[in-house]
């Protein structure tokens, strides 16, 4: 993951520039050196990379490529194929022509052999070889260069190829991250965004390739027809009969590959899974788990590989065999010619050499058909991406809709109505269910209608909502960089991405708060939030584990306990200081001395402002001005609620069915389920109580959805639609 840090005080620009940049990568490469901070010299030293100050466009790497992939291409890749097409023109061109001249240089070689061998033959080894040889010598230099050239235009159109694809489908990730992780499986999009595009570019590479084959053959042909009509006809009808044979082997290659491709993708969710939940995993003994489900997935896409194998096996053969067969043909043929007088020992060369050279432009047709297949495969996926609809849109905004953020919260599809300006709590018997009406007031899509004070959320922008309505879900996310960046979120603002050397340095001294400090510019006001927001969360061992807000939280915060990222997690949303604060069980991995602060200084902070929370701590609940009884008609998430009792934690204490959910609630350890439908959940137990910095806790005590999570206006950077 990308570390989060923030930027020095901008009393220098950052260096910017391309051997600037090269100036960083050798001092980060160099044995015990540190990158340079922004604004200041970096160290001296040789220079690994140095960008031409002419450099073509097409051959640069931009961070907004185009065509860019938008809804026009959903579940359209011949259309995102031709686009990408039209986008690569100018490489495609100049790199099919030169491809043309390099094929053209390496096919005019036989001639001039056949023509050196007549010369000696008739005058044996005299001067009349010296322009021959000298033509020789030329075309194979010019082959070579040509071909460099070649190469670097063919790079350029593979990268018009591929960055598009790419970005377009890690952009699309990024912008709506809970809607297409919710229709694709997350390794399908991680292969998508990797392999699928790589195809798509390496498609565009051949495209020239073959361009230039294409024209070199038929010059060639026109030579050999030239020479001996028979013979010409001979091997240009020889060629398409084996590209027929190549052709009809693509749609079984192609279906075949379309089954591999999904079988790695699942493959990859699988490994993805095991690496987000590893530390839990190990904890609970379930590695032979694991193990069985990777090894049943690994089976599979071992069968379709091999079934691809086979496929593929036979189109390699009838490529390497079929010219064999056809050179044979006609070395037979023009032997015969030249021993009938017909054609000269020359002509004999030549020939043998068109034939041979023939080969290669044949190599790359099917090539070409080869990467089609891939290619379009990977357009398909690219194409799947951009047909995810964003789940929150701004599309029935009404300009005239205002929020009145001290009203009732309703949720539409429960009826349940939550008063305004004052902190109640959601009992259920189905947590999971509980956890779903609380997430659904933070708007996470636009099916279910909420209202605040009357008005509609859908009818408000969405950023509005966002700073309105703040919901920390059950799972406390957490990213690497500063202390004071995670709480305050957006407040502090990203800087540029550590260097290689830098994060392997942070992470391995990860446990020691003077080694992983950052540069933070912090107001007297940031600070003065962050430490309150600390301070309510009862998170001062986390202020004094990282050694201040200024201390480093490495990836996931893997260095603070399940506990303590807990805490930070409600600290973070208690920062926010949103009119509407809605928590899901924002104390499950506390023990109760602290679970007890937590609710006295939770309720003292957002005393006036709407707090939704869903527990069964009857910690909590006694501190609530008012605790709302729900009644689930199934199990799981997805099961709808009613309201049965509403009152406070001492009048619903007498009701049978809520005190069969609070003491179950107070138990003082109890088993989580994993969180439904979450492709990345962790299954373990936990403690009520925050007991070691190296304990991987879960923090749910529910089943609940992944609704919120990481895309809550709670969480930076990670987008809401």
């Excluded at 024209?215 to 010409?232: A, E, K, N, P, Y």
């Excluded at 001290?406 to 947590?431: E, F, H, I, Y």
């Excluded at 956890?435 to 209608?449: C, Q, S």
Aim: charged share 20%; net charge neutral; aromatic share 4%.
């Amino acid at each position: 993951m990308t570390s989060r840090t923030t930027p020095a005080p901008a009393a220098a620009p950052a260096p910017s520039g391309p051997d600037d940049v090269a100036r960083r990568t050798a001092a980060d490469r160099r044995p015990g050196s540190r990158p340079a901070r922004p604004g200041t010299a970096p160290d001296a030293g040789p220079r690994l990379a140095r960008h031409p100050h002419r450099w073509p466009s097409f051959l640069t790497i931009t961070p907004d490529p185009r065509p860019a992939l938008t809804r026009v291409f959903a579940d359209r890749p011949g259309a995102w194929v031709r686009a990408l097409l039209r986008g690569s023109w100018l490489p495609l061109l100049v790199a099919s022509i030169l491809s043309a001249l390099s094929y053209l240089a390496a096919g005019l070689i036989s001639p001039v052999i056949g023509a050196v061998v007549d010369h000696g033959l008739d005058h044996g080894l005299s001067s009349h070889l010296v322009p021959g040889l000298l033509a020789l010598a030329g075309l194979g230099i010019g082959a070579g260069l040509i071909g460099g050239l070649t190469e670097m235009f063919s790079m350029g159109a593979w990268a018009t190829g591929w960055q598009p694809s790419a970005r377009g489908a890690a952009h699309r990730l990024g912008d709506r991250p809970r809607a297409v992780t919710r229709e694709i499986a997350s390794g399908d999009v991680v292969s998508t965004v990797t392999a699928d595009s790589d195809s798509i570019g390496a498609l565009m590479y051949f495209v020239a390739n073959v361009v230039g084959a294409l024209v070199s053959t038929v010059v060639i042909g026109v030579l050999m027809l030239r020479m001996d009509v028979g013979l010409g006809l001979l091997v240009l009808l020889g060629l398409p009969v084996v590209l027929v044979l190549v052709g009809a082997l693509l749609k079984p290659l192609n279906k075949r590959m379309s089954v591999q491709r999904e079988e790695q993708g699942r493959l990859t969710t699988v490994t993805t899974d095991v690496v987000a939940g590893l530390r839990v995993l190990r904890g609970i003994g379930g590695e032979d788990v694991y193990s069985a489900r990777y090894a049943e997935q690994s089976a599979k896409v071992r069968d379709a590989g091999i079934r691809v194998a086979s496929t593929q096996a036979l189109l390699a053969a009838i490529r390497a065999g079929a010219p064999m067969i056809l050179t044979a043909a006609v070395v037979g043929t023009t032997a015969e010619a030249a021993f009938s007088g017909r054609i000269t020992v020359g002509d004999f060369v030549t020939f043998y050499g068109y034939t041979t050279y023939l080969i290669w432009p044949l190599g790359s047709l099917a090539d070409l058909m080869q990467f089609m297949t891939r290619a379009w495969v990977g357009a398909k996926k690219v194409s799947r991406v951009a047909a995810v609809e964003p789940l929150t849109t701004d599309d029935a905004v009404d300009p005239a809709a205002v929020i009145d953020a001290t009203g009732d919260l309703v949720d539409g599809a429960s009826g349940v109505r939550l008063r305004g300006g004052v902190m109640t709590a959601l009992v259920c018997a189905v947590p999971g269910a509980s956890a779903a009406l609380a997430e659904r007031l933070g708007r996470p899509d636009d099916v279910a209608a909420v209202t605040l004070g009357g008005t509609d959320l859908r009818r408000v922008p969405v950023a509005e909502v966002r700073r309105t309505v703040v919901v920390s879900g059950a799972h406390a996310e957490a990213f690497a960089g500063p202390l004071a960046a995670e709480v305050l979120g957006d407040d502090v603002p990203l800087a540029a991405t550590r260097g290689l050397s830098e994060l392997i340095r942070m992470h391995a001294v990860a446990l020691r708060p003077d080694a992983t400090r950052a540069d933070v510019a912090l107001t007297t006001e940031q600070e003065a939030t962050a430490s309150r927001a600390l301070e309510v969360a009862v998170a001062g061992d986390v202020l004094d584990s990282l050694g201040g807000l200024t201390g480093q939280l490495t990836e996931k915060a893997r260095n603070l306990s399940g506990g303590q990222r807990q805490r930070l997690a409600l600290a973070r949303a208690v920062a926010r200081r949103s009119p509407v604060l809605v928590l899901v069980e924002p104390t499950s991995a506390l023990d109760s001395h602290t679970e007890d602060l937590v609710a006295q200084r939770l309720r003292a902070e957002r005393t006036g402002a709407t707090t939704v929370v869903v527990t069964p701590s009857p910690l909590l609940l006694s501190r609530c001005d008012e605790v709302v009884l729900l009644e689930a008609d199934g199990e799981g998430p997805d099961a709808s609620v009613r309201e049965t009792a509403r009152g406070t934690h001492h009048e619903l204490s007498d009701l049978a069915a809520y005190r069969a959910v609070v003491e179950r609630g107070a138990d003082p350890v109890t088993t989580p389920s994993p969180r439904s439908g979450h492709p990345d959940s962790e299954i373990g137990t936990f403690s009520t109580g925050d007991r070691s910095d190296d304990q991987d806790v879960p923090i749910s005590r529910s089943t609940s959805p992944d609704l919120g999570g990481a895309e809550t206006a709670v969480e930076r950077k990670e987008g809401d639609r």
